[in-house]
Structures are given as C-alpha cells and as structure tokens.
C-alpha cells in the first residue's frame, strides 16, 4: 500500500525488466464490469490506463452505483490514482492474471513520471485460485475506480460515501458499499500482500486470501 505523502523509488527497474524481457506475458480478457467504462484518449496525453484523471468522479461513482443495483451485485470503491502500483497489481489479480505482469506506474511526489516494469511472481507462487477469484469478482461485483489525485471531487467520493473518516490516507484503499452507496467494509492489504525485494522485485497479492476478503466484504454489504 502505498502512502500519498510518502517518496518511493523502486531500484532495479531497468535490469529486472532486460531480464525477463524475452518471456511472454500473458493479459487475460476482463470479465468483471469496471467504471470508468472507458477513458478520453486525450486525458493527460493518453497516460491514464486505469483512472479517469479527468472526469467527474462523483457522476461516475452514481453511474456504478446505479448498475449495481440494476444487477443486483455489490459496489466496490477503489479509491486510488494512476501512478499507484498497487492498484495495478490489484487490477490484475482480481482479472485472474498470473505468472508475470507489466505495470506503468509512478510515486506520490512525481505522479507524471512514471516508469514500465516487468515482474514475475515465481514458479513457486501457488496460482489455483486465479480462476475462482477472477468469476467471484465478475459475479459478485461491480467496481468503481476513483482517482484522488489529479481530480478536484474524488475524495467528495470518500464524503459521499460516508468512508472520509475511515480513509487511512493512503492507496488503494478499497471498500464496499451498501446499495444506498454508505460504506459497510475495508479491505485490508497488509495481510494479503506479496512482496520480494531486490533486482527481480515482485509485488502481489495472496489469491487465497484475496478471495476469502471479497467474500467477506460482499457478505457484509448484503446483510445490509
């Protein structure tokens, strides 16, 4: 989890990219419903992949609510922002990829450099649950992806909401919310993140666990 306030550089870029450079990677077709839908290729130069740097996200955050209930499934709030790492693995792990992954990010006081990275997560890294995760997401969910950075309402999202108090200042803080869009249940990454250091650094998360966290937060926002 990255802290807004904080300074973070990642050292080994360049050669754990070279390293693994000639091994293919695998991006599986989303399944699960996301807002934004989509993002104005002219958004910041077309840089945003993940987050609406640009929009309302107050409309969006009422256009996801509005298809969850429509579908009867549960709204989950990323709250997060384009340079933020973690929310691109999340992204990944919730759409069932695995193996080795390529993110484009950035730091908390440099948002508009951000860098490519190739990772791998190991041969040893126990991936049975990626498929089972990837359908709960898509069955059980509509997610909802709002930007608190280069935005001037993403954190009126946190007010709206009723999570302002909760919001640890930090990204991805991720939650679920009634069908009156109040906010029910965290996630809690600490305990479910992966991480190895050094020139092949990985950054994951523990499928088992990320799996048994969404099913707890979607039971609690039903019970409502």
Aim: hydrophobic share 40%.
């Amino acid at each position: 989890m990255l802290k807004i306030i904080a300074s973070i550089f990642f050292v080994g870029l360049l050669s754990s990219q070279s390293a693994c450079s000639e091994q293919p990677i695998s991006v599986r077709e989303k399944i699960h419903t996301s807002f934004p839908e989509k993002i104005d290729p002219q958004c910041n130069n077309g840089t945003a992949k993940l987050f609406d740097e640009c929009g309302d996200q107050v409309a969006l955050f009422n256009a996801a609510l509005a298809q969850a209930n429509q579908q009867r499934k549960i709204l989950l709030v990323e709250i997060g922002a384009e340079w933020c790492i973690w929310c691109h693995v999340f992204d990944a792990h919730i759409n069932g990829d695995t193996g080795r992954f390529r993110y484009t990010f950035g730091t908390p006081d440099q948002p508009d450099m951000r860098y490519t990275d190739t990772m791998s997560e190991g041969s040893d890294a126990d991936t049975s649950t990626a498929d089972e995760l990837r359908t709960f997401v898509a069955e059980n969910f509509i997610l909802v992806r709002i930007d608190v950075k280069e935005t001037p309402r993403g954190l009126d999202v946190l007010a709206l909401s009723n999570a302002i108090d909760k919001y640890p200042q930090a990204v991805p803080f991720v939650y679920v919310v009634d069908s009156r869009g109040q906010f029910v249940k965290a996630f809690n990454h600490e305990t479910v993140e992966t991480r190895r250091e050094g020139n092949d650094w990985y950054r994951g998360y523990d499928r088992v666990g990320l799996l048994k966290q969404l099913t707890e937060m979607h039971d609690a926002a039903t019970s409502k």
